[in-house]
T-cell receptor
Framework: DVKVTQSSRYLVKRTGEKVFLECVQD?????MFWYRQDPGLGLRLIYF???????EKGDIPEGYSVSREKKERFSLILESASTNQTSMYLC?????????????FGPGTRLTVL | QKEVEQDPGPLSVPEGAIVSLNCTYS??????FMWYRQYSRKGPELLMY????GNKEDGRFTAQVDKSSKYISLFIRDSQPSDSATYLC????????????FGSGTRLSIRP
């Protein structure tokens, strides 16, 4: 079974704090993704990565950065957390593109910024 | 206008009913069409996917794609309380086989 794990299920941070969200997958997938999920807006892509040390901006990258030093790990960084970054954050992974490749999701991290 | 439109619900039906979930889209380049199911406090998981137009059946679930109308549907027959979840439609344009565009999700509740 593909497993995508996220470091925390729930996180509470204060405005201005630096926040790290970690994601690990165990299926040797090349692609990894970070989304945020908000009511009425669905899943929106923040950043994705096709390979180690490679990253591409998604639809809403402002206020976020990412790091992929190892193939299995993809980190999302909020440099200075703000209240509008309160959301559910979902990590996903998939194998190399070539037609459709299913994305496997982690359980999510619910982040609250006070 | 969003690329993918989906009624958020909530939709509540009695056990055993046939459920119809729908999405419309505006980008004619979409080639792969998917339905993800998301239980409360879990990540989405793929339920079904189809390539281009047509129907696909898997047990109690049928996915239907009408590219001429830019409309996709998911039908659930003999609905069960365990089908209670949020259902997200999702699509991929041919030009980017990894980048998925998601609908906002429909929350479905099946009453015993």
């Amino acid at each position: 079974d593909v497993k995508v794990t996220q470091s925390s299920r729930y996180l509470v941070k204060r405005t201005g704090e630096k926040v790290f969200l970690e994601c690990v997958q165990d299926m040797d997938h090349e692609n990894m993704f970070w989304y945020r999920q908000d009511p009425g807006l669905g899943l929106r892509l923040i950043y994705f990565s096709y390979d180690v040390k490679m990253k591409e901006k998604g639809d809403i990258p402002e206020g976020y950065s990412v790091s992929r030093e190892k193939k299995e790990r993809f980190s999302l960084i909020l440099e200075s957390a703000s209240t509008n970054q309160t959301s559910m954050y979902l990590c996903a992974s998939s194998s190399l593109a070539g037609g459709y490749n299913e994305q496997f999701f982690g359980p999510g991290t619910r982040l609250t910024v006070l | 206008q969003k690329e993918v439109e989906q009624d958020p619900g909530p939709l509540s039906v009695p056990e055993g009913a046939i459920v119809s979930l729908n999405c419309t889209y505006s980008n004619s380049a979409f080639q792969y069409f998917m339905w993800y199911r998301q239980y409360s406090r879990k990540g989405p998981e793929l339920l079904m996917y189809t390539y281009s137009s047509g129907n696909k059946e898997d047990g109690r679930f049928t996915a239907q794609v009408d590219k001429s109308s830019k409309y996709i549907s998911l039908f659930i027959r003999d609905s069960q309380p365990s089908d209670s979840a949020t259902y997200l439609c999702a699509m991929i344009p041919w030009s980017s086989a990894s980048k998925i565009i998601f609908g906002s999700g429909t929350r479905l509740s099946i009453r015993p």
